[in-house]
């Protein structure tokens, strides 16, 4: 049986998911074997998370909520990460606030 996660969280980043922390975000899915997807709505399109093409291409702004999922080894871990990266602002900063919510 295949591990799966998810989970939702919002940008509080200033600038939403822009150049440098969709950098940082592929960049920490691609650690990870588990396939990963992200959304900006519950119902999709899902996309692949350890694009980084694809992720700026969302273009999500601050307040945007981010619908995650990954499955395969170490799914949990894996969004547990990406959301910790959301929450702390993508490292780089940025006053604001965060808002996790289980899935």
Same mark, same amino acid.
């Given at each position: 049986?295949s591990? %799966?996660?998810? =989970?939702? /969280? +919002?940008?509080?980043? $200033?600038? *939403? ?9 592929? &960049?920490?899915?691609? %650690?990870?074997? =588990?396939? /990963? +997807?992200?959304?900006? $709505?519950? *119902? ?9 093409? &694809?992720?700026?291409? %969302? ?40 808002d996790?919510?289980?899935?």
């Open positions: 049986m591990d %799966t996660a998810e =989970a939702q /969280v +919002e940008i509080r980043h $200033a600038v *939403g998911l822009h150049a440098r922390p969709s950098v940082k975000f592929t &960049k920490l899915a691609k %650690t990870f074997a =588990a396939r /990963v +997807e992200m959304a900006l $709505a519950p *119902g999709g399109p899902w996309i692949d998370a350890k694009s980084i093409v &694809k992720v700026m291409a %969302t273009k999500a702004p601050k307040g945007t909520v981010l619908h995650l999922r990954a499955s395969g080894d170490g799914a949990r871990a894996a969004i547990d990460a990406l959301v910790a990266l959301v929450q702390r602002n993508f490292d780089e900063g940025v006053e604001g606030e965060t996790v919510r289980p899935a």
